[in-house]
């Protein structure tokens, strides 16, 4: 438990390097040089063009990537996160200044706070999603007990191998800590600040804040929220936002909520669309489900919907299967968001306080119909062939390249001048990637660049983790083709 959070230090708009448009919000606003936007507008500006952001594009959400625009993507996926998160922090900050908790200013900086820690959410996750964060952690557990490993580390100095903490990050691997990672370091804007975002977003991306060694991650299936790597980052973030180890960012909440409102219901409108899943049938057994044991909760909902439907059948509206579950999707999301605030407002003093534990909307009124919908995704979608295959294709391309890059690099006194097999698959690894992995790591503003060789074990596997988690589906499978010798261009 921590002492009751204050919305001043968790809407911190500080950033690790000072930024000179800060002070732009200084002149008056009549003056042309007045900047209109808050710190978290700003933050949502230095990110959405960027290079990891449009990866996303090329990265599955369930389905493989289709020759079809319907399919989700991780970007479109995000993209209405984002935009769900601006609506629901807009409603959580009208609420609190009703409550006259909150400023109108700070209305609109939790909206544009919920809405940039919603288009970053994924952005660590590795190739072939949330698959792909296992294939890594089984394949470093694997390695880190064989006799490779250890003939490895017998060549680096004490202080320069593997500590406990160390090897969970890769056995536990998490997208969530290499989000924080890509935003603090990995997408170089001009220093090794990253793109310099303000404490209040990187503290709400901290999903899971806590490191891979504690109870807590041991509690919560592996999952973590950052590096050894970031650790005093994140000591610094919760010293300016006022948050400890194992309390979340309220925000932090909501931003869970969003994303599960989105992936709960689009996942399925693509199977729909795809012809894998018969609405009609599973809306009437959803519709007798929730009537039958839920006291009547739903009956409005569902006599407005079934009156859209007839309408739309009389109209001969074309696609007709998928736009009755578009319909459903409105009102349905429209039902969760309301229960989200509703389940925040009457958890608000505990969230304040550190002790809420649970999920909004696990927790909400509407739970019943969630559990319908994960049944659907469960039946149509995760045991989908073309799923599955993604899957085992992931698995072949992620440990093919992770043995590929893993053993020639990790050796101590590595020769890197090109000529070299090493040195060769060196040269493939992202430039932005190995001058964060070979910077010096003492906070001067003077850029010295280490020899590869004076890198520890450490920093090398997360050069490759970095290069590996960060390929886009298309191009892992690409350069696994012509790694193995089976794609020349």
């Not at 594009?57 to 991780?74: C, G, H, I, S």
């Not at 948050?243 to 399925?268: N, Q, R, S």
């Not at 968001?337 to 002790?355: A, H």
């Not at 004076?454 to 790694?483: C, H, P, Q």
Request: include cysteine; charge should be neutral; proline fraction near 1%.
């Amino acid at each position: 438990m921590c002492k009751k959070l204050d919305w001043e230090k968790l809407l911190c708009g500080e950033r690790e390097r000072h930024s000179y448009s800060k002070d732009d919000n200084k002149f008056d606003i009549g003056d042309e040089r007045y900047d209109h936007r808050n710190e978290f507008d700003k933050d949502y500006d230095r990110i959405v063009y960027s290079s990891s952001v449009r990866r996303l594009q090329d990265k599955a959400q369930v389905f493989p990537l289709q020759e079809n625009d319907f399919t989700r993507t991780r970007l479109t996926h995000s993209i209405e996160v984002s935009a769900l998160g601006r609506s629901l922090g807009y409603a959580i900050g009208k609420w609190l200044q009703h409550k006259q908790q909150f400023s109108n200013e700070q209305t609109t900086e939790i909206s544009a706070l919920l809405q940039v820690a919603a288009i970053i959410h994924d952005l660590g996750n590795p190739p072939f999603g949330h698959y792909g964060e296992e294939v890594i952690g089984n394949w470093f557990k694997n390695w880190f007990s064989s006799e490779q490993y250890k003939d490895i580390e017998k060549s680096y100095d004490l202080n320069k191998r593997l500590n406990n903490q160390q090897k969970s990050d890769f056995i536990n691997f998490e997208g969530n800590a290499q989000t924080l990672r890509i935003v603090s370091k990995l997408q170089i804007l001009n220093d090794r600040y990253g793109v310099n975002f303000t404490y209040g977003t990187l503290a709400t991306i901290i999903k899971y804040p806590w490191n891979s060694e504690s109870n807590m991650c041991k509690n919560n299936k592996g999952k973590f929220g950052y590096f050894s790597s970031e650790q005093d980052l994140v000591e610094r973030i919760q010293e300016k936002t006022g948050l400890i180890d194992g309390v979340k960012h309220p925000v932090t909440f909501l931003l869970e909520a969003v994303d599960d409102m989105a992936y709960l219901v689009a996942d399925i409108e693509d199977a729909v669309k795809k012809g894998i899943l018969s609405w009609d049938k599973e809306y009437n057994s959803i519709k007798n489900n929730l009537l039958k044991n839920t006291n009547d909760q739903y009956k409005d909902i569902f006599e407005k919907l079934d009156e859209k439907n007839k309408k739309s059948r009389e109209n001969k509206i074309p696609n007709t299967e998928l736009v009755e579950f578009q319909n459903f999707k409105v009102f349905i999301q429209g039902l969760m968001f309301k229960s989200v605030v509703k389940t925040f407002k009457d958890n608000y003093e505990e969230i304040m306080t550190g002790k809420y534990k649970g999920e909004l909307l696990k927790d909400s009124k509407v739970y019943d119909i969630i559990k319908e919908l994960k049944r659907l995704a469960r039946e149509y979608c995760f045991k989908n062939k073309e799923v599955m295959t993604l899957e085992l294709v992931g698995d072949n391309v992620i440990k093919g390249l992770l043995n590929k890059f893993v053993n020639p690099l990790a050796k101590y006194n590595v020769d890197i001048d090109g000529k070299h097999y090493e040195g060769k698959l060196y040269e493939l690894i992202s430039s932005n990637f190995k001058y964060v992995c070979c910077l010096n790591k003492e906070n001067t503003e003077k850029v010295i660049l280490r020899d590869f060789n004076d890198i520890g074990l450490y920093e090398r596997l997360l050069l490759i983790t970095d290069f590996i988690s960060g390929m886009t589906d298309s191009y892992a499978v690409n350069l696994y083709k012509k790694l193995l010798g089976v794609k020349l261009s």
